[in-house]
């Protein structure tokens, strides 16, 4: 019986992208990834134009039925994150989908994992960006996401 190797992520100030890249990676090669503070990572660009960009699909309708339905979209910093990392695993393939299904992502970190070290990676920090960014926090309160209930 092998062990199951666990990789903890700590998502603040690190570039969405550039961090879901690495834990695809590390899902293909077999690990459990456990993302916290999803809502701290960020997107590099000018604030109005990364809103627009994720905000873009929210008003199209589909032929189906036009009054009701629409194109579906991630509003919350968990989904966002886990659909970016989505994008980036061959889902279409058992493969792609078992590694899927190892990822966890929580909003903040859970009272369970306080005690626990987390990984970040400087070649996704966003001290590196020399322009502007938002935070996811920020892009899913524009589309909606009311945050975290107490």
Do not use: C
């Amino acid at each position: 019986m092998s062990e199951e190797k666990i990789l903890y992520v700590d998502a603040s100030n690190q570039v969405l992208g550039r961090v879901a890249s690495i834990v695809a990676k590390k899902l293909l090669e077999g690990y459990r990834v456990i993302v916290v503070n999803a809502e701290k990572a960020v997107v590099s660009g000018e604030k109005n134009r990364v809103i627009a960009g994720y905000k873009l699909l929210l008003n199209v309708k589909t032929h189906y039925n036009p009054e009701k339905t629409g194109i579906r979209r991630p509003r919350t910093p968990v989904n966002i994150f886990k659909r970016t990392v989505r994008g980036m695993l061959p889902v279409d393939q058992p493969k792609g989908r078992e590694a899927y299904r190892r990822l966890r992502v929580y909003v903040g970190v859970p009272s369970s994992m306080k005690n626990v070290q987390f990984t970040q990676f400087p070649e996704a920090s966003a001290s590196r960006l020399r322009n502007r960014f938002v935070y996811l926090e920020e892009i899913a309160r524009a589309m909606g996401w009311r945050g975290v209930r107490k």
